[in-house]
């Protein structure tokens, strides 16, 4: 039984942790479940031993192979160039912040382990700027180890009506920089943190004003989670 609601819960992960858009009550007040005052944001979801077990990379996939596509030229974007470089910089951040985070880019999209997809925008029904899968576990066939794959969603336009200016839908590159930047730590297992100042607070578009930064907390979260030791059998979020 217990088995059956982890794999259950292993298949909602995958698409549970996305990004609200703009949310002006987020802004206005702090989150009230904001309780957790320690160090790090780690235990802020309560996820169970399973999930930190299990949904982050081990040392020996470093690098990780990342494969970005170029956007779709009919969408319209006025500088393509520039979301490949963009999305590469938002992994790179991470790196800078944690060390033990190490990416390849790779230009066969079969190599990589992280994928990442784009679109024009999110439908108005899905209230999202961004989606990303946590490090999901599979077994590879052929060495018999468990690996990981994740999939990182962005949209190059906020959805109609919630532009960050009027009559621009396009997403400048520092607003997406933020955006990619936030979906990377949850492709690399990190979730939500409880403070608005966070880079990875879930409504972090409070900070589109070019002031969002990885914090210490941020980074002392994601630093934490690799830091626990592979064969994990107490969760850290116990006591
Ligand atoms: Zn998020």
């Known amino acids: ?24 009550d987020a802004r206005a007040q702090r989150d009230p479940n904001q309780t957790f005052q320690g160090q790090d944001y780690l235990c802020y979801e309560k996820h169970d031993l399973h999930f930190y077990q299990n949904y982050r990379w081990f040392a020996a996939e470093m690098p990780l192979k990342v494969y970005i596509p170029p956007v779709n030229k009919a969408w319209g974007a006025k500088n393509p160039a520039m979301y490949t470089p963009l999305v590469q910089q938002a992994f790179l951040n991470w790196s800078k912040a944690v060390p033990k985070m190490r990416f390849q880019w790779v230009s066969d999209p079969k190599q990589a382990q992280i994928m990442v997809l784009w679109q024009e925008k999110y439908p108005e029904s899905e209230v999202t700027w961004g989606r990303a899968a946590y490090p999901t576990p599979y077994l590879d066939k052929k060495t018999k180890k468990i690996r990981h794959k994740s999939t990182l969603f962005l949209a190059i336009k906020a959805q109609d009506g919630t532009a960050m200016a009027p009559g621009e839908a396009l997403f400048s590159e520092d607003e997406l920089l933020a955006i990619a930047t936030h979906e990377v ?9 409880g403070h608005a100042e966070d880079l990875m607070y879930h409504a972090m578009y409070a900070r589109f004003d070019g002031s969002w930064e990885i914090t210490e907390r941020d980074r002392a979260s994601l630093q934490r989670l690799y830091d626990l ?11």
């Open 185 to 193: 730590a949850h492709a690399l297992g990190l979730g939500h943190s």
């Open 229 to 239: 030791p592979e064969d994990l059998e107490i969760s850290p979020c116990n006591g």
């Open 1 to 24: 039984m217990t088995k059956f609601i982890h794999t259950l819960g292993s298949a909602l992960l995958l698409l549970a942790v996305s990004l609200p858009a703009w949310n002006f």
